[in-house]
T-cell receptor
Framework: TQLLEQSPQFLSIQEGENLTVYCNSS?????LQWYRQEPGEGPVLLVT?????EVKKLKRLTFQFGDARKDSSLHITAAQPGDTGLYLCAGADVMISSGSARQLTFGSGTQLTVLP | ETGVTQTPRHLVMGMTNKKSLKCEQH?????MYWYKQSAKKPLELMFVYSLEERVENNSVPSRFSPECPNSSHLFLHLHTLQPEDSALYLC??????????????FGSGTRLTVV
């Protein structure tokens, strides 16, 4: 199983500030996904990045996949209280038993709190 | 409404009980998953089904028994659980298991407490 490390674990900021969270691994992934999870709910997919160096923007959120496809970052501009949640990255790697099917390996997440 | 529905939302059970968690998806997806989410730990993959066939079982104890009668329904049967099994159990589905580039759609989870 390949490991994904997310940093920071916890982040508390004021509304209007910018922030960046990181997802790092020593292994290469075929693709990487970012999810946001709110209390009492399941994770919700935000974006999938596939190509090394790829940058995707989703309103105030900017996602980048590292050139070597081992790491990723999520940058939020002008954070709002509605951005509060647990941000999870997940990398797709091959299931050992099948040899072709891919599973998602999740990081432990960054808990973001945006204060009004 | 996420398209993946899990019931019950909360479950308290004794260590000698038998219970089942249910997951249903109406997205036309071919793959379904069970994940365990414990405090301060990454989501742990438990089982993967593709077109009703089990693809992966990540060394999960036999007190957890999955069942996938068709591509829309997934069950997790529980018996003689331990207190350390208390966690949020999440069901997810995806288009297929072939590439991993498809997003997973998660249900809201079942919060399980073993007493």
């Amino acid at each position: 199983t390949q490991l994904l490390e997310q940093s920071p674990q916890f982040l508390s900021i004021q509304e209007g500030e910018n922030l960046t969270v990181y997802c790092n691994s020593s292994s290469v992934f075929s693709s990487l996904q970012w999810y946001r999870q709110e209390p009492g709910e399941g994770p919700v997919l935000l974006v999938t990045v596939v190509t090394g160096g790829e940058v995707k923007k989703l309103k105030r959120l900017t996602f980048q996949f590292g050139d070597a496809r081992k790491d990723s970052s999520l940058h939020i501009t002008a954070a709002q209280p509605g951005d509060t949640g647990l941000y999870l990255c997940a990398g797709a790697d091959v299931m050992i038993s099948s040899g072709s099917a891919r599973q998602l390996t999740f990081g432990s997440g960054t808990q973001l709190t945006v204060l009004p | 409404e996420t398209g993946v529905t899990q019931t019950p939302r909360h479950l308290v059970m004794g260590m000698t009980n038998k219970k089942s968690l249910k997951c249903e998806q109406h997205l036309g997806h071919n793959a379904m998953y069970w994940y365990k989410q414990s405090a301060k730990k990454p989501l742990e993959l438990m089982f993967v089904y593709s077109l009703e066939e089990r693809v992966e079982n990540n060394s999960v104890p036999s007190r957890f028994s999955p069942e996938c009668p068709n591509s829309s329904h997934l069950f997790l049967h529980l018996h003689t659980l331990q207190p350390e099994d208390s966690a949020l159990y999440l069901c997810a589905s995806s288009q297929d298991v072939g590439q991993g580039n498809y997003g997973y759609t998660f249900g809201s989870g079942t919060r399980l407490t073993v007493v």
